[in-house]
């Protein structure tokens, strides 16, 4: 007997089943709710790819594996053989008809049970928490993102890059910063997004993304804030704005038109209605700049908003409020942007960034621009921002030797998926969410 098969049968996975309706299987999972019934048993069982109804008639097996079902605890591992029914009612279309079932492990009393549990208690239990039904849709969403992602770029003849983890500098403004002891009294700090380096490799390469964890000191506690994330950061070299604006709204719609396709039985485990997700399909994606933005805030519930000022989560959800699909907010005060970005040649006060705003409230899920590419005016914003010029001279050396416009953007993966589920809070949409006070698992 190998891990894979039992009383020679092979094991087949639950989201497999359909195709074998009329066929005995082998099943291998764990229990995900019991119900019994004189001489029947009901069992919910899952295995990472599925859930499937297992009934078991006393009449159809042996007696000893009728017993051993009796009183199984939620989350014991089992190996199942039954035939598959086809049933309109069931989910999948599915059940299986129980021939055999052989308990690998009996599960201590399992600490989360089918009642509500409050945040704290949850989070404590994550490595346990991940098995439940709506946890384990968003993981799989979250994969299907993360492929959806790559495929996008492969696609584009854009190439991976990976980006140091270890840095000696801040990207992203040094509020956020974690800092920690590198060799003989030296400062590293942990990477706030990969940009640095994707435009090092854009020149090299042309087009690439780099794709990984990045790290912010985010001393707050909100619902759209890790400390540890996933970010996915495209560079073009010869990109402006408007080829990154594009770039952008090209990719989501790629995103979510391939979790419509293939993720259809996990947004229903969600519950998430996804006549309002169909509309980001569709290109263009509305557009507006700063200004035009504020304008709108002003004559709609935001006279107070004071122009130059970055947006809050209010802002945001009124900016979006009009629209189906994300909105884009283009030609920024440069002052509330970061050093790297270029200046409009038409007017100097305004940076040429972009940030893309989600409906339904969900906020920012890409900032993105066109880079700074002169050699002189970017060592004028480093020094304007004061930041340490010894850290940056190689990043000034990209505007040293062949110098080209270029640009790119960061979409955050779990802010992302949290627009797509319809979640709520960032921490279910990463497998272990760091926050602050939360490192545990
Ligand atoms: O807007 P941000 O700070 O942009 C950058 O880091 C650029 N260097 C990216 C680039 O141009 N290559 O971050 C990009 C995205 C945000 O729009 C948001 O989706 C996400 O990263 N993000 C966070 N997600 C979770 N928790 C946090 N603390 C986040 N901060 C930013
Ligand atoms: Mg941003």
């Given at each position: 007997m190998t891990e894979q098969s039992f009383q020679g049968l092979h094991q087949t996975p639950i989201h497999a089943l359909p195709d074998h309706v009329g066929k005995t299987v082998l099943l291998q999972g764990w229990l995900y709710n019991l119900r019994s019934k004189g001489k029947l048993h009901f069992l919910q069982v899952r295995d990472g790819s599925g859930i499937v109804q297992a009934v078991m008639s006393k009449a159809d097996v042996s007696e000893q594996d009728f017993e051993a079902v009796k009183g199984l605890t939620q989350e014991s591992s089992l190996r199942v053989v039954g035939e598959v029914k086809a049933d309109e009612r069931a989910p999948s279309g599915v059940e299986l008809s129980v021939r055999s079932v052989s308990v690998v492990h009996v599960a201590e009393p399992y600490p989360i049970a089918k009642k509500e549990h409050g945040p704290d208690f949850l989070l404590s239990n994550r490595h346990l928490w991940l098995r439940s039904k709506r946890q384990m849709a968003i993981l799989r969403i979250r994969d299907e993102v993360v492929r959806a992602i790559r495929d996008f770029f492969h696609e584009r003849g854009f190439y991976c890059v990976d980006s140091p983890?270890?840095?000696?500098?801040?990207?992203?403004?040094?509020?956020t910063l974690f800092e920690l002891d590198y060799f003989e009294g030296d400062k590293a700090y942990l990477t706030q997004s990969g940009q640095l380096y994707g435009e090092a490799s854009a020149m090299a390469l042309g087009k690439v993304y780099v794709f990984g964890p990045v790290f912010r000191a985010e001393k707050s506690k909100t619902r759209r804030h890790l400390t540890e994330f996933w970010m996915v950061e495209p560079e073009a070299a010869w990109h402006d704005l408007d080829d990154v604006m594009v770039l952008a709204e090209e990719f989501v719609a790629h995103i979510v038109s391939r979790v419509l396709a293939n993720r259809k039985s996990e947004l229903a485990d969600l519950e998430r209605d996804v006549t309002k997700l169909e509309p980001a399909t569709r290109t263009p994606y509305p557009r507006m700049t700063y200004h035009e933005a504020v304008d709108y805030l002003h004559a709609n519930g935001h006279a107070d908003f004071e122009r130059g000022d970055d947006f809050g989560a209010p802002h945001e959800t009124a900016l979006s409020a009009p629209y189906d699909r994300p909105v884009m907010v283009h030609h920024?005060?440069?002052?509330?942007?970061?050093?790297?970005m270029k200046r409009d040649p038409a007017d100097p006060s305004l940076a040429l960034g972009v940030d893309m705003i989600c409906s339904e409230g969900y906020g920012e899920i890409i900032g993105g621009a066109q880079r700074e590419d002169d050699v002189a005016e970017l060592e004028q914003r480093i020094a304007e921002h004061q930041l340490p010029a010894e850290a940056f001279e190689w990043f000034l050396d990209l505007r040293r030797y062949g110098s080209v416009p270029h640009g790119g953007f960061g979409l955050g993966l779990e802010r992302t998926l949290a627009w797509i589920c319809g979640v709520?809070?960032?921490?279910?949409?990463?497998p272990f969410p760091r926050m602050l006070h939360r490192i545990y698992p």
């Open positions: 983890m270890f840095t000696p500098s801040a990207c992203e403004g040094t509020t920024w005060p440069a002052e509330i942007k970061a050093f790297y709520d809070h960032l921490r279910e949409c990463i």
